[in-house]
Each structure stands twice: as structure tokens, then as C-alpha cells.
């Protein structure tokens, strides 16, 4: 099972902790829009063989739920239940998010488990790509954070360097597995991440784009299969060097939650590959039940 875990804005959804580039200088945001493009992405996973479970938010104060690439990390496991790795933010306001996701995550089906000390946002530091796991640091993710999520991870693990403005590794970093490569922009990572990233799957499966592009968006589209469905700020020439490559760009409209909120198609999920038969989906969080009640307001 593809899975992807959302989460909707609110009715009285708006900028809050405006932590990265975008937010800070962003006109107020639109709630009904906002929900309006988030349903939006929801249904173009769900049309393209995703599952998304859709986790509404409880308190207008919870503002940064919707970008739930830091709600946890889903790690599959052989013949047990997965995991899912509860995040430590950055940022206070978003502290008591996870508190919501956990108990979804148990009635999933999951073991909750606390990563350590440090900071670690979780899915949006996290990539893998030819088996491998990719674990960022250095944007908001500490060192120390890194290393107590490491230990959870199956397999080969890479450890990667970013650097404002990627803070997260989600924006430096983009697999696209479909066309055996990694969109890649060396700006804003430490040269010897990069050299181990050439190291590892050799430089020619490396396509670079530039800090400038990554303001536009360049790596955060979410790739499904053959389609990236990205935003549409991403800059003309990197959608013609994606559509090169193989794959097929679906411009993705969202002035509300990227534009102004700083978090785009990839910022608004946690993937997890998982067993199905290892997991619970409650129907009151299925897409079509939380549509309704987005569709109900015209939101």
C-alpha cells in the first residue's frame, strides 16, 4: 500500500509560525482556498493508486498540521507492525501535533515510538532512493536528533548536511525513482553530502538545479510513478528538464499553502510504503468521509 497521511487546514486556517522564506513576508491566507487546493492534491494521490488517511486537525491553533511531512515517520517492518517515528519540532507551536497523530497511528495499527533527544522533523528530512534511506540534518533537524531516529531505520543509511534556505532535506533532495534519478541541488548542501551522494550512485543519476530553483519549488513536487505533481512556481526550465528525463509534469495550483505558507505538494504528506494486511484504515479518516465536510462549507 502506497499511504499517504494528510491533514486537512481548518475552517479558520492561517499563517502562524511563518518559519521559512515564504511565510514570513505572505499576505494572509485564504482557509477556504487553502482547503479547496488541498483537497485537490488529495484526490490526484488517490486517483494515481494512493491511500490517503486524512487526520483533521482539532484546534485552529494547530495551524501547521496540514505540511504533515513532520507529523512522523512510517518505517515498514518484515513480518511486524510498522513504525511511526514521532517528530521533535523546531518550532513551539507545532509541539502538540504530534499528540494527535500517535493515537491515529496506534488505532492504525502502528508502535509509536519516541526518536530521543534533539530536534528531528521527521518525514521531511527522510528520503530513500535504490534502497537506500536518506536522513538530512542541519536545516532544522540537529545532529543529535538525526542519530536518535537512525537507529530505526532497516537497511543503509545515508547521513546528509543542508543548509539554509533548504530546511529540510525534502528541498535539497528529490528521488525520482520512476527515471532512476535524484533531482539534486548542491547550493544548499555541504560538499562532502554531495560527494557521498555522487559516491554512492554515481554522478551521471545526479541531476543539479540551483538555489534559485529551489525557491521556486524545484524539489519539493511528489512523484508518483511517471507524474511529479508540482507546484506551479516551479521555474519553466526545470519542468522542461524533468519532462526530459521521462516524466510528466501536473501543475499544481496552491497560491494559499505554498505560495504563502512555504510548504508544497511534497510538504503535505507522509509516505510510507507499507503491508496492508499490517494496517488499520478508520473509515471516519478516509478521503471521501473528510472530503464532505471540505466540499460542505464550498471549502
Given at each position: 500500500?502506497?499511504?499517504f497521511?494528510?491533514?486537512?487546514p481548518?475552517?479558520?486556517?492561517?499563517?502562524?509560525g511563518?518559519?521559512?522564506?515564504?511565510?514570513?513576508?505572505?499576505?494572509?491566507?485564504?482557509a477556504?482556498g487553502?482547503?479547496?487546493?488541498?483537497?485537490?492534491?488529495?484526490?490526484?494521490?488517490?486517483?494515481?493508486?494512493?491511500?490517503?488517511?486524512?487526520?483533521?486537525s482539532?484546534?485552529?491553533?494547530?495551524t501547521?498540521?496540514?505540511?504533515?511531512a513532520?507529523?512522523?515517520?512510517?518505517v515498514?517492518?518484515?513480518g511486524?507492525?510498522?513504525?511511526?517515528?514521532?517528530?521533535?519540532?523546531?518550532?513551539?507551536?507545532r509541539f502538540?501535533?504530534?499528540?494527535?497523530?500517535?493515537p491515529?497511528?496506534r488505532?492504525?495499527?502502528?508502535e509509536?515510538?519516541?526518536?530521543?533527544?534533539?530536534?528531528w522533523?521527521a518525514?521531511?528530512?527522510?528520503?530513500?532512493?535504490?534502497?537506500?534511506?536518506?536522513?538530512?540534518?542541519?536545516g532544522?533537524?540537529?545532529?543529535?536528533?538525526?542519530?536518535?531516529?537512525?537507529?530505526?531505520?532497516?537497511?543503509?543509511?545515508?547521513?546528509?548536511?543542508?543548509?539554509?534556505p533548504a530546511?529540510?532535506?525534502n528541498?535539497?533532495?528529490?528521488?525520482?525513482?520512476?527515471?532512476?534519478?535524484?533531482?539534486?541541488?548542491?547550493?544548499v548542501?555541504?560538499?562532502?553530502?554531495?560527494a557521498?551522494?555522487?559516491?554512492?550512485f554515481?554522478?551521471?543519476?545526479?541531476v543539479?538545479?540551483?538555489?534559485?530553483?529551489i525557491r521556486?519549488?524545484?524539489?519539493?513536487g511528489?512523484?508518483?510513478?511517471?507524474d511529479?505533481?508540482?507546484?506551479?512556481?516551479?521555474?519553466?526550465?526545470?519542468?522542461?528538464?524533468v519532462?526530459?528525463?521521462?516524466?510528466?509534469?501536473?501543475?499544481?495550483?496552491?497560491?494559499?499553502?505554498?505560495?504563502?505558507?512555504?510548504?508544497?505538494?511534497?510538504?503535505?504528506?507522509?509516505?510510507?510504503?507499507?503491508?496492508a494486511?499490517?494496517?488499520?484504515?478508520p473509515?471516519?479518516?478516509?478521503?471521501?468521509?473528510?472530503?464532505?465536510?471540505i466540499?460542505?462549507?464550498?471549502?
Open positions: 500500500m502506497d499511504l497521511l494528510m491533514s486537512p481548518g475552517r479558520s486556517w492561517a499563517l502562524r511563518r518559519a521559512n522564506f515564504r511565510s514570513r513576508e505572505a499576505a494572509p491566507a485564504d477556504r487553502a482547503r479547496r487546493e488541498w483537497l485537490t492534491l488529495a484526490r490526484h494521490i488517490e486517483a494515481r493508486g494512493g491511500t490517503v488517511v486524512a487526520l483533521p482539532p484546534s485552529d491553533v494547530l501547521g498540521m496540514p505540511y504533515s513532520e507529523c512522523g515517520q512510517v515498514a517492518r518484515e511486524q507492525a510498522p513504525l511511526f517515528l514521532l517528530p521533535r519540532m523546531m518550532s513551539a507551536h502538540a501535533e504530534r499528540d494527535h497523530w500517535a491515529l497511528a488505532r492504525m495499527g502502528m509509536v515510538v519516541e526518536p530521543g533527544p534533539g530536534v522533523e518525514h521531511g528530512d527522510v528520503a530513500t532512493f535504490d534502497g537506500v534511506t536518506l536522513l538530512f540534518w542541519g532544522r533537524t540537529t545532529w543529535e536528533g538525526l542519530e536518535a531516529a537512525a537507529r530505526h531505520f532497516p537497511g543503509e543509511v545515508l547521513r546528509l548536511q543542508v543548509r539554509e530546511f529540510h532535506g528541498m535539497a533532495v528529490l528521488p525520482l525513482p520512476a527515471v532512476d534519478r535524484l533531482l539534486v541541488c548542491p547550493d548542501m555541504a560538499p562532502e553530502s554531495v557521498l551522494l555522487e559516491q554512492r554515481g554522478e551521471n543519476r545526479l543539479r538545479v540551483t538555489e534559485a530553483d521556486r519549488y524545484a524539489t519539493n511528489l512523484p508518483l510513478g511517471r511529479l505533481l508540482a507546484p506551479t512556481v516551479m521555474p519553466p526550465h526545470v519542468v522542461d528538464l519532462q526530459g528525463l521521462g516524466m510528466r509534469v501536473v501543475p499544481m495550483p496552491m497560491p494559499e499553502l505554498t505560495e504563502k505558507g512555504g510548504g508544497s505538494s511534497r510538504c503535505l504528506v507522509s509516505r510510507a510504503s507499507v503491508d494486511g499490517r494496517i488499520q484504515l473509515a471516519e479518516y478516509r478521503l471521501d468521509a473528510v472530503a464532505k465536510d466540499e460542505a462549507d464550498g471549502g
